[in-house]
């Protein structure tokens, strides 16, 4: 099998296995997920949800969190790691989205990264969740490691693993892979302890007696 194969067989695996795979950050606008992608950095989904619950009734707009003060707003959110450069970018890239953008949060790659706290992963999560455009693959921890063990790519870095993704899967489904990836990593390939025996990729997977 080869690894366009792979990938296929992944999926379709993947996908009977968790049929509703999407992000698992609470938003309900383009600017909340944005909020919450940058506020999950290094913090768990679940933890961002839990502070973001409470946050999203406060900031109803983009202008809310333009308005408030940067220390205002780091106290809103001092539970999650980095809060302070967390708040800032917020703060800014709020800043960024009324003045250039109209107060709409921007479609594409190009104009995402520009935003304060926004990377090419943060931006292919927005774009893909918030308005299922596929322009690239989130590569996050999770989809690092399983693509490494399941022979997808030698890379560590996650620009590149992307650029590898990339080339082997249909475009419609990037986002999809992403996700898959994520619950997967989550449930049941984890990092310090994979459950190969409970795992749908086992046959395929060249990692399965680590
Ligand atoms: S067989 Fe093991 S290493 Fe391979 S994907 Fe499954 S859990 Fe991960």
């Not at 900031?59 to 308005?67: G, I, L, T």
Request: glycine share 2%.
């Amino acid at each position: 099998m080869d690894n366009k194969e792979k990938v296929f067989e992944t999926i379709r695996r993947l996908k009977r296995l968790y049929p509703n795979a999407k992000t698992a950050l609470s938003f309900s606008n383009p600017f909340e997920l944005l909020v919450a992608t940058i506020l999950s950095a290094q913090t768990t989904d679940s933890h961002v949800n839990k502070v973001t619950e409470v946050l999203f009734k406060k900031y109803r707009s983009v202008e809310d969190y333009a308005n408030v003060s940067i220390e205002r707003l780091q106290t809103d959110i001092r539970s999650i790691n980095f809060f302070k450069t967390k708040a800032k970018n917020i703060h800014e890239a709020a800043k960024m989205v009324i003045k250039k953008y109209n107060s709409k949060v921007p479609k594409t790659m190009e104009e995402l990264i520009e935003l304060p706290g926004v990377a090419r992963k943060t931006a292919n999560i927005i774009l893909s969740n918030a308005f299922g455009i596929n322009e690239g693959i989130a590569v996050d921890t999770h989809v690092k490691r399983l693509s490494f063990r399941l022979g997808l790519t030698k890379n560590d870095d996650p620009v590149k693993i992307e650029k590898e993704l990339i080339e082997l899967t249909p475009k419609k489904e990037w986002g999809n892979l992403s996700h898959l990836l994520i619950l997967h990593g989550r449930n049941v390939c984890l990092a310090k302890k994979p459950k190969h025996d409970e795992c749908v990729l086992f046959d395929i997977c060249p990692s399965r007696n680590i």
